[in-house]
């Protein structure tokens, strides 16, 4: 493995992990590395960051069963 390589990975791993914040905080506890993998081989297939959350967000909740419920929406407001 190259220097380039390994500073690429670098990146990728530091982008993943902030990406994996929002969900760390939001989901059950569940293994990091599952989201991560999810996440980075999207990422390595093309993905942008976004579609890529979303990728390893439903691997977790179809795969995983590690599910994050979804926000609390204000009702009767107005």
Avoid: C, I, Q
Avoid at 32 to 41: G, L, N, P, S
């Amino acid at each position: 493995m190259s220097n380039t390589d390994v500073a690429s990975l670098a990146e990728l791993l530091h982008e993943t992990a902030e990406r994996h914040g929002a969900f760390e905080e939001a989901a059950p506890p569940h293994d990091w590395w599952d989201w991560y993998a999810a996440y980075m081989r999207a990422r390595e297939n093309g993905s942008t960051a976004d579609e890529a959350s979303s990728a390893a967000d439903r691997y977790m909740a179809e795969v995983k069963h590690v599910v994050v419920a979804a926000p609390d929406t204000p009702t009767g407001a107005g």
